[in-house]
């Protein structure tokens, strides 16, 4: 079967994440034949967010909430950003997915005076053997 790529809408409405460790998880479930990629054709996980305080720090992860903050994927940081909004994404190792089962992104603030809104959340990948 020839690879193609794929994506899921995973949040098209908004959320807002308040304070110390606030967290949002998005549940999804992928098809069987998703492709884990390699080191040029990661899965890419996009979305916007808008910063509501002037120091805001917050992290995502996948398919790890035992280890939320030592496992995250990617931790971002704004200052003196209040209502400037952003378009951010990041390649993601596919093998943190679980292929034809569920999965959950998650969205988690880091410290007291976070304040953000996010929406549009965003996941490509590929499918098929690529032959």
Known sequence: MASLVDYQVLSDGSF???GDLDIKFLEFSLPSDFTVGTFRAK??????????????RYQIGVNDPQHLQSKSEGQR??????????????????????????N?????????????RVNDVILWYQ???GS
């Open 16 to 18: 807002e994440l308040n």
């Open 43 to 56: 899965p890419i996980l996009m979305w916007r967010v808008k910063p509501l305080s002037s120091s805001v």
């Open 77 to 102: 940081t704004y200052s003196n950003a209040a209502n400037n909004p952003d378009g951010v994404w990041e390649a993601i190792s596919g093998e943190k997915f679980n292929a034809g089962k569920s």
């Open 104 to 116: 959950s992104i998650y969205f988690m603030t880091v410290n007291s005076s976070s304040r953000i």
């Open 127 to 129: 499918r098929g053997s």
